[in-house]
């Protein structure tokens, strides 16, 4: 299984960016997929997820001005993320995991992730 992120980048507070995690060599239909990233110095941390049903699941922090979605088409799945602020800026990582639990509504914690991408880095700045 590979995951590559693009799209990251430089970007001013309100401004918007949309990553792309482009899925090859994936198998299994019984799966959830996600975004999390990781500050210098914190933690990594759930963003936006698809978990049981093709229902999303989006951090408070970031609700209503981040949003997931996936398009089976062409194995991608994107974050759109709009009204950026500082405290955004991170590397965003696309993860899978591939022992998903049944009837979950909750993200999935990053122990539970079988694989990652490389990331791809936000900077929110003026």
């Known amino acids: 299984v590979q995951l590559k992120e693009s799209g990251g980048g430089p970007v001013q507070p309100g401004g918007s960016l949309q990553l792309s995690c482009a899925i090859s060599?994936?198998?299994?239909?019984?799966?959830?997929m996600g975004w999390f990233r990781q500050a210098p110095g914190g933690a990594r941390e759930g963003v936006a997820q698809?978990?049981?049903?093709?229902?999303?699941v989006v951090a408070d922090s970031v609700k209503v001005r981040f949003t997931i979605s996936k398009d089976n088409a062409v194995n991608t799945l994107y974050l759109q993320m709009n009204n950026l602020k500082p405290e955004d800026t991170a590397m965003y990582y696309c993860?899978?995991?591939?022992?998903?639990?049944?009837?979950?509504?909750?993200?999935?914690?990053?122990?539970?992730?079988?694989?990652w991408g490389q990331g791809t880095q936000v900077t929110v700045s003026s």
């Open positions: 993860a899978l995991d591939l022992r998903p639990i049944p009837r979950r509504s909750t993200m999935f914690e990053p122990r539970e992730v079988d694989y």
């Open positions: 060599r994936l198998s299994s239909e019984n799966y959830y």
């Open positions: 698809v978990v049981s049903g093709g229902v999303t």
